[in-house]
């Protein structure tokens, strides 16, 4: 089929470019668009390391197609498919572009987020997806979008001759919210409220990367005070979002006690969060230049209730690993082989049950991690949910041992004066890029000023670069896993949707 | 089963609301209000364009904020702390969509008894037990938590007859989390549809209530009251575990007058501003109940 197409030299440069250096060993980012008065501007970002590099080519109106990236780089078949959605350009290759964030109907404009498009009616298609499989006695279970128990609405199709997942496919349209469009036209001051609630789970690690890519146009420092907040309330989010997961994992297991136990240190956790913050999400916290003030509670009472957190998770974490019932249902279940999870470039806990150790706190310090000392953690390479369970496990010690030190800084710090936030310019122009680790791995802020309103912020979420991986996750697994392996991958769904 | 008395070395963490107040309740960022007192004729226009949401709006000089888009952001209290202030409590919950409007919009207490006394006549079959199918219809993610938060020991809802089920014919009351999504809104009716009579409605959070901070777009429907008719009201972004449980034994008429004032907020959540209740909150232990 690519055959019948010829492109531009610049389109085809480009597509050879980003191979080469993804071939070379750079982790592919992901690939966004963007509405520019001449055309469709396609980038991708590259990471290696310490550097993200960008690449980036215009797809004029004319020939709205380009060379798919995902005949090398399988990372990059979600991201087609979105562009595809959300701006009507193809990527021409050998898999075809099943609608994946809103499916529209023929002949309805698309939301085109970017400057200079007036936007039309916008229709949605819901027609279910046909069958991918044909063969004797094979049949497609849809599951979804409203799930059976408190879940955040996702449709899976899983093709199945009775017990074994023979192809598993995920659309996510149903909680397709359009957010990107909204920031268009924002302050910054607007944008992070919008950031938090992009992915609600993960609110405090979006508003971090929102904002550092804010500071990063507007050329300030955060002061130091101000980093060591962030990181404060960063890693008990990671803490609640880990033991959300877990919650999961007995759940389906039917841990009961082990169930209410954990529901019990989250409960615990989320009370802790509100109590310095306000806000049992962190919200409101992370503002451009800085955070919005001084935690709400003193070293000593954060020393005790992180001890009393920390206790009870640590005792109650190895009563569960040695229970045999819930242990067994994790190990061989769901294996992303170490080559599939550098292929997808998994991140976050995910990857890091894959032997993908990316992890933006050691890898590009952003907030106060320069100043902190974080703990390595094992290297992993089952790949199974029992390894992703492990790798969460291990970052939880990882996040209370940087807490303490956040605290004890910021302890040290409060006897001299102390400063929150800086000024950020209110008429600032320009284009740059924020990161953060958020507990589902490394989220990436593409934002873009002028005149101090936002005209374009992309963000790209850790659980919708995993979730692309998903269907790789059911090589030997059966119906009654699903539960296991949905939960080890600890998504969610808002921030896969947008 | 070394996990029995792992569970029982804790003793009880459960809250005993509705019967008792609940320490946490109190200490909790639930509302903006108007201070009464304040003279709030000058320069007010500022705190009305810094609200992120348009919730801020002037009738007669005098300020007033929709609850059911107020994201509790907190800039207005930031900008002027002489008129606007944070309401500690959780029982903010509402069964008309203009009672989140406040200070209140002279409605007749006639036409709150009405809607309250017909929600009264709908659901006396469920006040001892009700079974809840709770919908996702475009959320951040935040709602699930705080709504799943319901079964944990500390609300454990189910000491108080309330159940989730996965079926919708099992259902007596639906909770709606998000901003109501064109893609979601078919699934909605379906599910409204399929739910027997006597049918309940929530809308949890402001992003069911108005959309929030999404408002309307090409693909949010700002709030789900458009679709399905709703009976309750719970703000919040997103609304607390305890909001939730208020608004859900609102729904079911498991509360008593004294519980609640007529038209406005129940009379035990006024009167203590946040800064007294919050250094309760440090003092015991953040508010929680006894040994939580």
Request: with cysteine; aromatic share 6%; net charge neutral.
């Amino acid at each position: 089929m690519s055959d019948t197409f010829v492109f531009s030299d610049e389109l085809t440069c480009f597509a050879t470019r980003v191979s080469e250096a993804v071939r070379k060993g750079a982790r592919f980012g992901g690939l966004f668009a963007t509405r520019e008065p001449s055309g469709t501007r396609l980038l991708v970002l590259l990471e290696e390391g310490a550097i993200i590099s960008t690449d980036s080519v215009v797809v004029q109106d004319a020939q709205p197609q380009y060379p798919a990236l995902s005949l090398e780089i399988p990372a990059a078949a979600w991201y087609e498919r979105e562009i595809h959605d959300l701006f009507g350009i193809e990527a021409i290759g050998p898999r075809r572009l099943d609608p994946l964030v809103l499916p529209t109907t023929t002949g309805s404009s698309r939301p085109r987020t970017g400057s200079g498009t007036t936007k039309g009616p916008i229709e949605i298609d819901p027609t279910p997806l046909s069958a991918h499989l044909r063969g004797e006695g094979v049949f497609t279970i849809p599951y979804g979008p409203v799930r059976s128990g408190v879940f955040e609405s996702i449709e899976y199709l899983v093709e199945t001759p009775g017990e074994d997942i023979l192809h598993l496919r995920a659309r996510v349209f149903h909680k397709h919210r359009g957010i990107e469009t909204r920031f268009e036209g924002m302050t910054p001051a607007d944008g992070v409220l919008l950031a938090e609630r992009y992915e609600g789970v993960a609110s405090v690690a979006h508003a971090v990367a929102f904002s550092s890519a804010v500071e990063q146009i507007a050329g300030v420092e955060i002061p130091e005070g101000a980093g060591l907040l962030r990181v404060l309330h960063a890693e008990l989010e990671r803490v609640a979002n880990h033991l959300e997961s877990v919650i999961r994992h007995c759940e389906a297991a039917g841990q009961a006690v082990a169930f209410a136990r954990f529901s019990l240190h989250k409960e615990r956790v989320q009370r802790l969060r509100a109590a310095i913050s306000g806000s049992r999400f962190g919200r409101g916290v992370v503002i451009p230049g800085g955070v919005s003030g001084p935690p709400g509670l003193g070293a000593s009472a954060l020393f005790s209730s992180i001890d009393q957190v920390e206790a009870g998770v640590r005792a109650d974490l190895r009563l569960l690993m040695a229970t045999p019932s819930f242990a067994d249902r994790l190990r061989g279940t769901g294996i992303v082989s170490p080559e599939v999870a550098r292929q997808f470039g998994a991140l976050g806990p995910v990857g890091r049950g894959s032997g993908q150790m990316a992890d933006a706190r050691i890898d590009r310090p952003y907030a106060a991690y320069s100043l902190l000392g974080l703990r390595s953690i094992e290297h992993r390479l089952q790949g199974d949910a029992l390894a992703r369970q492990r790798a969460r496990m291990d970052e939880i010690e990882g996040s209370f041992h940087i807490i303490r030190q956040a605290i004890d800084r910021m302890e040290h710090l409060r006897a001299g004066k102390m400063q929150w936030a800086v000024p950020v310019d209110l008429k600032l122009n320009g284009q740059s890029i924020g990161w953060a680790e958020a507990p589902q791995g490394e989220v990436l802020y593409i934002v873009q000023l002028e005149e101090g309103r936002l005209t374009r912020v992309k963000p790209r979420s850790a659980s919708f670069h995993n979730l692309a991986m998903f269907q790789a996750a059911f090589p030997k697994d059966v119906l009654t896993d699903f539960a296991f392996i949905e939960a080890s991958f600890g998504v969610s769904i808002a921030g896969v949707a947008g | 089963m070394p996990w029995i008395p792992r569970g029982l070395r804790e003793g009880v963490v459960t809250s005993r609301y509705p019967r008792r107040r609940d320490g946490y309740g109190p200490v909790f960022r639930a509302a903006v209000r108007v201070i009464d007192a304040a003279d709030a004729t000058t320069r007010i226009e500022d705190s009305v364009a810094a609200c992120p949401t348009g919730a801020i709006t002037i009738h007669d000089g005098r300020p007033r904020i929709d609850q059911g888009s107020c994201i509790l952001c907190g800039r207005c209290t930031e900008l002027r702390p002489d008129v606007f202030r944070f309401d500690p409590g959780f029982e903010t919950a509402e069964l008309r969509r203009e009672a989140l409007v406040v200070p209140e919009i002279t409605e007749s207490d006639e036409v709150l008894r009405l809607a309250s006394a017909e929600l009264g006549r709908r659901v006396r079959a469920l006040r001892k037990s009700v079974h809840i199918r709770h919908i996702d219809v475009g959320s951040d993610g935040s709602d699930e938590w705080e709504v799943a938060a319901l079964t944990n020991p500390v609300y454990d809802v189910q000491r108080l007859g309330v159940f989730f089920t996965a079926s919708p014919r099992h259902a007596d009351l639906l909770l709606a989390t998000g901003v109501g999504t064109v893609g979601m809104l078919d699934a909605l009716r379906q599910t409204y549809e399929a739910m027997p009579e006597p049918k309940v409605v929530i809308a949890a959070g402001v992003e069911a209530i108005s959309g929030g901070l999404l408002g309307r777009g090409y693909a949010s429907h700002g709030g789900i009251a458009t679709t399905v008719p709703v009976d309750v009201f719970v703000p919040g972004s997103p609304p607390s575990p305890f909001s939730l449980l208020y608004g859900i034994l609102l729904a079911i008429g498991r509360l008593s007058t004294a519980d609640r004032a007529p038209g406005g907020r129940s009379p035990r959540s006024q009167g203590k501003d946040l800064g007294t209740a919050r250094s309760d909150l440090y003092s015991e232990g953040f508010g929680m109940e006894g040994r939580i």
